[in-house]
């Protein structure tokens, strides 16, 4: 797939973007239902205890405790919202990162895991890059979620309660598994909104640690499988994106 023209920041070419947004604001509407299983933002306890089986799994350690889940909040909104970074994002890093982006997503479609007609989800997008990279392979139905929304690419959600209605996207990419407080709740998430045989692709950090702003540490391959109790191990890769040496894909099970 040809992805050497690459879509420039969303401020710069905003109109260009516009076609999409309808799918954006129909899923924005299908808030996924009030459900004990599926936890909203405001409702986590605080995490008071740096268990990681608290988490579930003892191969993934929690590096710190917070007072209250506004604590933990804050902490990612310092990096999200920071007006340095963001503007690097926006600017010097946006080629770079789409780039590399479209060429991953462009291997993931050789292998018949992406279309163009899939329904594409990007967890903690920030800016939105890899949004823009699957719009600019064809992927049109692409959006992303942060706590801090970047119209048109990326809108505003938590991936611990993303916004969403069960089974709304056949593939789901997030490169942020780090940042999250509860583990278990973010890849309960993807899962929930998968559709069954969909497919989820990390990248992670096994032999390197995250920057200041990550919440935990994978001490194990299995302790990222271990939470995707729904889904399978397609395939596991090294790779050189971003910090992140490894990519896991997974699938949805068809039964699920």
């Known amino acids: 797939m040809p992805v050497d023209n690459y879509t420039k920041p969303p401020l710069l070419k905003p109109l260009l973007l516009l076609l999409p947004l309808s799918f954006v604001l129909l899923l924005l509407l299908l808030v996924h239902r009030s459900d004990p299983s599926s936890p909203q933002p405001g409702s986590f306890a605080s995490s008071s205890s740096s268990s990681s089986s608290s988490h579930g799994s003892p191969l993934i350690r929690m590096r710190r405790t917070f007072r209250s889940y506004d604590e933990y909040l804050k902490l990612q909104l310092n990096k999200t919202l920071d007006p340095r970074l963001r503007r690097v994002w926006a600017t010097r890093d946006w080629e770079r990162k789409v780039n590399a982006f479209a060429r991953f997503f462009a291997r993931h479609a050789a292998l018949g895991l992406l279309s163009n007609a899939s329904r594409a989800l990007c967890v903690g997008a920030r800016l939105g890059q890899e949004v823009a990279a699957l719009r600019r392979i064809g992927v049109a139905a692409a959006l992303g979620i942060d706590l801090a929304p970047a119209p048109p690419l990326v809108a505003e959600g938590d991936f611990h309660a993303q916004p969403f209605a069960d089974a709304s996207f056949d593939f789901e990419f997030s490169n942020v598994f780090d940042h999250a407080l509860y583990p278990d709740r ?24 995250g920057d200041k702003y990550s919440a935990n540490d994978i001490l194990g391959l299995d302790g990222v499988l271990a939470l995707f109790n729904r889904s399978h191990l397609l395939r596991v890769s090294k790779i050189d994106a971003f910090g992140l040496d490894t990519e896991l894909i997974l699938r949805k099970n068809m039964n699920d």
């Open 186 to 209: 973010f890849a309960a998430e993807i899962q929930r909104t998968l559709r069954p045989g969909g497919v989820a692709v990390l990248h992670v950090a096994l032999h390197r640690r």
